[in-house]
């Protein structure tokens, strides 16, 4: 069966903390996909990745195909970052298997 | 990059009826979809809305109950048909290109059914 499995479940931090978030698959993948879901619902796209590392401003993806791994990193965290972090991949097709997401509280 | 918009953001509505829920998009893309989010829950499929012709539908999900229509390249709507308690979600549309993986979400409908 070809499944994903974030974790934490939930984690808290205070603001300006490094946090990671781990995110396994079962079998080889096209695409790995880092989404964040606010509370309003709404998902953003912050990374699509099939190999190596990507950054964008204080979010960095990385994505080891060997050990079937990616972790998404936040440095210098914030309250603004508070959310749900769901991880998603692409078995070969174009329809994504989702994770059961990662919800981040960061406290002032 | 591909920004999306849905209509209603939100609804509250009689068990019973059907809502209509419209997704916009702001570029031609070839892959349309749409997913549910029960409370709590990480996101499921629901079917992808394919050009002129009928949806494929996951598992578990039927056109008579969810019946979708894509006229367009831009333009999908999704209808929650004879809705119950038990319809009450979010329910999103995304957006992508079948050669690049890229999918892009809108914000979502968050349906509340009493």
């Known amino acids: 069966k070809n499944e994903v499995e974030q974790s934490p479940q939930n984690l808290t931090a205070q603001e300006g903390e490094f946090i990671t978030i781990n995110c396994s698959y079962s079998?080889?993948?096209?695409?790995l996909h880092w989404l964040q879901q606010h509370p309003g619902g709404g998902i953003v796209s912050l990374f699509m990745?099939?190999?190596g590392k990507k950054k964008h401003g204080r979010l960095i993806a990385t994505i080891n195909i060997q050990e079937k791994h990616s972790s998404l990193h936040i440095t210098a965290s914030h309250p603004r970052d508070s959310a749900v972090y769901i991880c998603?991949?692409?078995?070969?097709?174009?329809?994504?298997?989702f994770g059961t997401g990662t919800r981040l509280q960061v406290f002032p | 990059s591909a920004v999306i918009s849905q209509k209603p953001s939100r609804d509250i509505c009689q068990r019973g009826t059907s809502l209509t829920i419209q997704c916009q998009v702001d570029?031609?893309?070839?892959?349309m979809f749409w997913y549910r989010q029960q409370p709590g829950q990480s996101l499921t499929l629901i079917a992808t809305?394919?050009?002129?012709?009928?949806?494929?539908?996951e598992s578990g999900f039927v056109i008579d109950k969810f019946p979708i229509s894509r006229p367009n390249l831009t333009f999908s709507t999704l209808t929650v048909s004879n809705m119950s308690p038990e319809d009450s979600s979010i329910y999103l549309c995304?957006?992508?290109?079948?050669?690049?993986?890229?999918?892009?979400f809108g914000p979502g409908t968050r349906l509340t059914v009493t």
């Open positions: 079998v080889g993948i096209s695409a």
């Open positions: 809305a394919n050009q002129g012709s009928e949806a494929t539908y």
């Open positions: 995304s957006a992508g290109d079948w050669s690049s993986y890229e999918q892009y």
């Open positions: 998603a991949v692409n078995y070969n097709t174009d329809k994504l298997i």
């Open positions: 570029s031609q893309v070839t892959m």
């Open positions: 990745l099939s190999s």
